[in-house]
């Protein structure tokens, strides 16, 4: 297989011939699990690890390769050496659950996201808007799945369409169903060769039976809901990188309860447009829409010329996006603290010694 079977393409070998990287023979990481790698290149696929060098000289998790990276690579024994990491085009992530203020990188180099969500159980607007903001965010296309159709009928569809198109405009939503097989065409005929695609959404919405059925192949374990909570099952605990057979790919993902908005301005400004627009007529310039006079947002809402639900989503989302950036500011005042203290004890113990 080609590099340019899993996405190589010009630009891609621009960069590394800008980066002096000619010397070394290329792979894209297809798979990442607790810092363990797995490389595909011409020659198939192999276990790789990073050098010492890019370890030591990591200071965030940004600097350690992800699922989508194009790395520079050498041979050792049976297995790959990663010497670099080639610059990112995109990256989707989000916040890092349980630690505050850092961010966890989901895939990088994707061209378009398969938002995957069920129908039948925890179905929620607000959770595909967070989503769509990552995407936006991380200038990656969008793409709504709704899954499942054939637990529900006609009418309830249908009314579940156009509550999301409402809220999502120019965003495509397509309606499927895994175990039918209706509307796989559909997604089908979105997915383009040599783009990468990623699949987002919560555990049990049906991701890796989509890719199981994009593939025609049993690619990806599925599992059942859980009865006793009506949760999906924990299935895929790793990111993994697939090539199809019209030379798509894509990256099935371990699925998401949580999707904490990180520093996303501009995902926040694309996912609510409409109220970026109204905010311009807003009597001050830095409305908070939600307690001022004059506010044009919260009189469109009181209109309901724009969705309570919506406008709700998009104030917890702000606020959200607010504290991040907070905790992080927070968090570099303690280092840059913590620099100064180290500095001064070093330059105390000089003095000592004289």
């Known amino acids: 297989m080609k590099l340019e079977h899993f996405g190589y393409n010009d630009k891609i070998e621009k960069l590394r011939i800008q980066h002096n990287l000619v010397d070394f023979k290329i792979g894209r990481i297809i798979s990442e699990h607790k810092e363990r790698y797995i490389v595909k290149t011409e020659k198939g696929e192999f276990d790789a690890e990073i050098i010492g060098n890019l370890r030591y000289t990591a200071n965030t998790r940004k600097d350690f390769p992800a699922v989508g990276d194009w790395v520079a690579i050498s041979e050792y024994d049976d297995k790959v050496l990663i010497h670099s990491i080639f610059p990112r085009r995109t990256i989707i992530e989000r916040q890092t659950v349980g630690k505050q203020g850092e961010k966890q990188i989901i895939a990088t180099n994707i061209d378009f996201a398969f938002i995957v969500q069920a129908v039948d159980r925890d179905f929620n607007i607000n959770r595909i808007e967070r989503y769509l903001t990552i995407c936006n965010t991380s200038n990656v296309k969008p793409i709504i799945i709704l899954n499942k159709i054939d637990l529900i009928n006609d009418n309830v569809l249908n009314d579940l369409m156009s509550k999301v198109q409402e809220r999502m405009k120019q965003v495509p939503v397509i309606a499927i169903s895994n175990e039918s097989q209706k509307g796989i065409e559909k997604v089908k005929e979105y997915i383009l060769k040599g783009k990468t695609y990623c699949l987002l959404g919560s555990s049990g919405v049906g991701k890796s039976s989509l890719l199981n059925n994009l593939s025609g192949k049993q690619l990806m374990k599925t599992n059942t809901i859980s009865i006793s909570t009506n949760k999906g099952r924990h299935v895929t605990s790793h990111r993994e990188l697939i090539v199809l057979e019209n030379r798509g790919i894509i990256i099935d993902n371990p699925g998401m309860r949580e999707v904490g908005i990180a520093d996303s301005d501009e995902g926040l400004e694309k996912t609510f447009e409409k109220i970026v627009e109204l905010s311009k007529n807003c009597k001050f310039k830095d409305c908070s829409h939600t307690i001022e006079i004059d506010c044009a947002v ?57």
Not at 325 to 345: C, H, P, S, Y
């Open 298 to 354: 919260i009189t469109a809402v009181e209109s309901e010329k724009v969705d309570k639900l919506f406008y709700e989503n998009y104030l917890k989302m702000k606020r959200e996006k607010e504290h991040f950036e907070l905790t992080i500011a927070e968090k570099r005042k303690k280092d840059k603290d913590f620099g100064k203290m180290v500095k001064q004890f070093k330059n105390l113990k000089k003095s000592n010694k004289h």
